[in-house]
């Protein structure tokens, strides 16, 4: 499985361990903390959910199997949310194996990664949605029919 | 050299756009303001859009010492006067934005309020049209031109944020959050300290020596809340009651030594209905990103993914706390103060 951010419609900041998404299509935000973090690097990296979990046994301290679940739980979490979306083409997958960083000499104890949502701020896009103009509209006229 | 039919297209609409202002423009008043540290100029067409629009900058004005960075053209259509070339869109709802982009013209346009917001980056013009100056809905006339400002400040390395702001010339804080949070109620409540008066909603944040610059002198509130804070005057607009109809004052008319255009920024504070006694809760950084950028990024398009990395480093850069207003709302200046005494200058 490859997702990748759905960009323009997503942006993503990480502070202090914490990383806040903002879908500025449906006027909700959402914080991850924890596993959930290191997900969402790897996505914004394109790697896919292997290496996502090779990343993640590499941190913390949990059974391949166990990280593998809560890894594909999230993506289609992030999915549902449409935060990502379905990564078909572009650049090749990058591979498990190959891009699994070298585990750390203490690994952080596995705690269930979460996705917590916030629609406090939907109200602003549910009275003002934006609409783009796409290149061939206004302000240009067609120019046959000017 | 030819241009493009594309660019001969958007040049013949500004022309149009032109058009428009120049036959509105027989009463015109013009102000000089400094505005974020530059100065721009604003050509009212009539004295009906400078009563409705130019209040809002009166603690900015000043002789132009420069040219302008921003010249914003403001015009109506009340009476016989041809409206500008408007983009054929359907109305659908109030507040639904069309936004089109071309090169360095940029363009908004609510239908359904009438509104057109259209500027000009590299010529540093912008035009703002409604369709009648008494429609203007009360907050264009509290903070006039936000999605033009939103265009130009990043020309000025700034950022137009979603914030209250208060503090004293060596220091202040910025108060974020989403409507309903306090943030209003705290600045204006400040009127009645030795606190300055930045923003209650909107101002311009430089976040490399973290700075608020401020846009507006007015403040605005459900006319309940206003009825709680005695010392403000009858409101320049008046609430009309309704749920989405505040009162909006001009705090320079009534307080022009407790306004001020700028200040470095200390700390950020995320008000909140709480407690009994007004206290600071010192504040992860990451929840105060929460409580700044997603309501910054919403309102204004189009959002801009270096904003975003702009607002984390600056959260990260000052201190952050979860301000609990407490049940007195006469305490909430004395809170801010003290925090500020602690954080000393910057």
New interface residues.
């Given amino acids: 499985m490859k997702v990748r951010v759905n960009a323009?419609h997503v942006?993503?900041?990480t502070?202090?361990?914490?990383t806040?998404i903002?879908h500025?299509s449906t006027?909700c935000?959402f914080?991850l903390g924890g596993p959930a973090v290191d997900i969402w690097e790897g996505v914004a990296a394109g790697e896919a959910s292997a290496a996502i979990t090779q990343r993640l046994l590499a941190r913390y301290e949990a059974r391949e199997a166990e990280i593998g679940a809560a890894v594909t739980r999230i993506l289609s979490e992030l999915e549902r949310e449409e935060l990502v979306v379905a990564d078909n083409g572009g650049a090749p997958a990058t591979d498990g194996a190959a891009a699994a960083p070298a585990p750390t000499a203490a690994r952080a104890p596995f705690e269930e990664p979460s996705v917590n949502k916030?629609t406090?701020?939907q109200d602003?896009?549910l009275?003002?949605?934006?609409?783009?103009?796409d290149?061939r509209?206004?302000?240009?006229?067609d120019?046959a029919n000017? | 050299m030819t241009r493009s039919?594309?660019e001969t297209?958007?040049t013949d609409?500004i022309a149009g756009i032109e058009e428009s202002f120049a036959e509105a423009a027989d009463d015109r008043v013009t102000e000089e303001i400094a505005l974020a540290g530059a100065p721009v100029r604003l050509e009212f067409a009539s004295a009906r859009m400078f009563d409705r629009l130019a209040p809002g900058f009166a603690h900015l004005v000043e002789p132009a010492a420069a040219p302008p960075e921003l010249t914003i053209r403001i015009w109506d259509s009340a009476g016989a006067i041809a409206e500008p070339?408007l983009?054929?869109?359907p109305p659908?709802?109030?507040?639904?934005?069309?936004?089109?982009e071309?090169g360095s013209?940029r363009?908004a346009y609510?239908p359904g309020l009438k509104l057109f917001s259209v500027l000009d980056r590299y010529r540093g013009l912008g035009w703002f049209w409604c369709s009648a100056a008494e429609e203007l809905p009360y907050w264009e006339s509290s903070s006039p031109f936000r999605q033009l400002l939103h265009w130009w400040l990043p020309s000025r390395n700034m950022l137009l944020v979603h914030g209250a702001a208060v503090g004293r010339a060596e220091g202040g804080v910025l108060l974020v959050g989403?409507g309903g949070s306090g943030k209003s109620t705290s600045a204006l409540a400040c009127l009645e300290s030795d606190l300055l008066y930045a923003a209650d909603d909107y101002c311009a944040l430089d976040d490399r020596a973290p700075a608020v610059h401020s846009l507006y002198c007015s403040g605005k509130l459900e006319p309940a809340h206003a009825a709680r804070l005695h010392h403000l005057p009858e409101p320049t607009i008046d609430g009309d009651g309704s749920e989405d109809e505040k009162a909006v004052f001009f705090v320079q008319d009534n307080y022009p030594d407790r306004v001020c255009r700028s200040f470095p920024l200390r700390a950020v504070l995320a008000p909140k209905i709480a407690g009994d006694e007004a206290r600071m809760v010192p504040l992860?950084?990451?929840v105060a990103?929460?409580a700044l950028?997603?309501?910054t990024?919403?309102?204004l398009?189009p959002?801009d993914?270096e904003a975003?990395?702009r607002?984390?480093r600056l959260?990260?850069s000052v201190a952050a706390y979860s301000f609990e207003l407490g049940r007195e709302i006469a305490a909430i200046p004395s809170a801010i103060e003290r925090l500020l005494d602690e954080l000393g200058p910057a």
């Fill in positions: 323009p942006i993503a900041e502070i202090g361990g914490e806040i903002v500025l006027g935000y914080n916030f406090d701020m602003i896009i009275l003002d949605p934006v609409h783009e103009v290149a509209g206004w302000p240009h006229t120019p000017a | 039919t594309a297209l958007v609409w070339p983009p054929d869109v659908g709802p109030r507040g639904r934005i069309y936004y089109s071309d013209v363009v609510q989403r992860a950084g990451a990103l929460r950028a997603p309501s990024l919403l309102q398009h959002a993914p975003f990395a607002m984390a959260v990260n």
